[in-house]
């Protein structure tokens, strides 16, 4: 059961979101209205607010920032028809909205979102429960992975991206690495910082690493990185943390995968746009396994486009697969862009990858990840 606040100017909405949350065991309260709402703001209690942009006496993005400073703790939602932009972007980049729901929307939808919302604050309040040591669970977990991330057990390691006709390396992929007995695998270091929130301090090892690298690497080799599709959602954050790769921002390109959910693209088109302005090129990673790829295709112009094992794998006896990464290729000649076959591991998937012309290639045919860099020419 959560208290809910409601503030929107329409009846109807009201309704429908009171019956719908109501459903779930919620206790909604309801505003109608800027100025009703600033006063159940003001007296505070709630877990979630639910707040319309446009009222006739006011802005939601206002109310949203009063919340924020009167209740930190309470979760903040805005309901808009997505009219405008550039200031609902510029209150999710300020974190002014954890969520927004595009009107019209229906309760089902509403239901889900909610659940999603309330779930994710539910582990964060879970793991703050107390160890049976007396410390808190929590914090032994943060100074776990703080310790593995600041040690030198934790690596940026290099996997070669080469070009597919001369062999010649265009750069690397950088790939998160832990010799630590206790968090030994990259998953388990994201899942954590996941449900910590502290993908950024992950963020941030790995910038410095990536820096380090920069300047060991000869000076034409691109650095591929991977961005966490939750990185995505504070562009100010994620803009600090990558600020010792911004001197060299041309040569290093940032992987946005496919895979990640956003039910805005073009959102995130505007979001992309300020990584590209900062010099970074961008690669679309996980082509073909995500959910969104084809989407962010249009909306990321990314130079590269990386195709993902799951059709890389056995393509030469698939003329499906080969058609697939044909189109891919062709779209990407439109577009000014280049295809990188990702999980190359035999002569034969190479070579059917070569004839259909796919320029780069990066797998353990070429070259697993390694913590010091082959020394072949690059392109
Ligand atoms: O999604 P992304 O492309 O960032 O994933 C990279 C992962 O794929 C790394 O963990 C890397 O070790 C792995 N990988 C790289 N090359 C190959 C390959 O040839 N085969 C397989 N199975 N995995 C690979
Ligand atoms: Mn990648």
């Not at 959910?261 to 959102?267: G, K, L, T, Y």
């Amino acid at each position: 059961m959560a208290r809910i606040l409601c503030i929107d100017d329409e009846p109807g909405i009201q309704r429908m979101v009171r019956n719908a949350l109501e459903r779930d065991g919620h206790v909604v309260t309801e505003a109608l209205g800027c100025t009703a709402g600033r006063l159940l703001v003001e007296a505070g209690g709630y877990d979630l607010a639910l707040v319309d942009r446009r009222m006739p006496d006011g802005d939601g993005l206002d109310l949203l920032s009063l919340l924020r400073a009167r209740m930190p703790g309470c979760i903040r939602v805005l309901m808009t028809g997505f009219l405008d932009l550039e200031a609902v972007m510029g209150a999710i980049n300020n974190a002014e909205v954890h969520r927004v729901i595009e009107k019209p929307f229906d309760s089902q939808r509403l239901r889900q979102e909610l659940r999603e919302l309330l779930d994710d604050a539910h582990l964060g309040t879970r793991s703050l429960l107390m160890h049976p040591l007396g410390g808190s669970l929590h914090e032994d977990e943060r100074a776990l992975l703080s310790g593995v991330l600041h040690s030198t057990a934790f690596r940026l390691d290099l996997q070669p991206i080469v070009t597919a006709t001369s062999g010649q390396t265009l750069g690397f992929e950088g790939l998160m690495r832990s010799g630590h007995p206790r968090l030994p695998l990259p998953t388990q270091i994201l899942e954590l910082a996941e449900r910590l929130h502290m993908l950024r301090t992950v963020g941030r090892s790995v910038a410095t690493r990536a820096a380090a690298w920069l300047d060991r690497l000869p000076p034409q080799a691109r650095l591929f990185l991977n961005v966490h599709p939750e990185e995505l959602d504070d562009m100010s954050a994620l803009q600090s943390q990558l600020e010792p790769l911004i001197p060299a921002a041309g040569r290093v390109v940032l992987e946005i995968t496919g895979a990640c959910h956003d039910r805005w693209p073009e959102v995130l088109g505007v979001r992309l746009r300020r990584l590209k302005a900062l010099g970074f090129s961008l690669a679309l990673d996980d082509m073909a396994a995500g959910q969104s790829g084809l989407v962010l295709l249009a909306e990321a112009e990314p130079a590269f486009i990386k195709v993902d094992r799951s059709i890389v794998q056995d393509i030469q006896g698939s003329n499906r697969k080969r058609r697939l990464v044909e189109l891919l290729c062709t779209f990407a000649q439109m577009t000014q862009a280049d295809v990188i076959a990702g999980g190359v591991e035999t002569d034969a998937e190479a070579n059917a990858l070569r004839n259909i012309g796919v320029p780069y290639m990066q797998g353990y045919l070429f070259g697993r990840p390694a913590a010091e860099p082959p020394a072949a020419p690059c392109a």
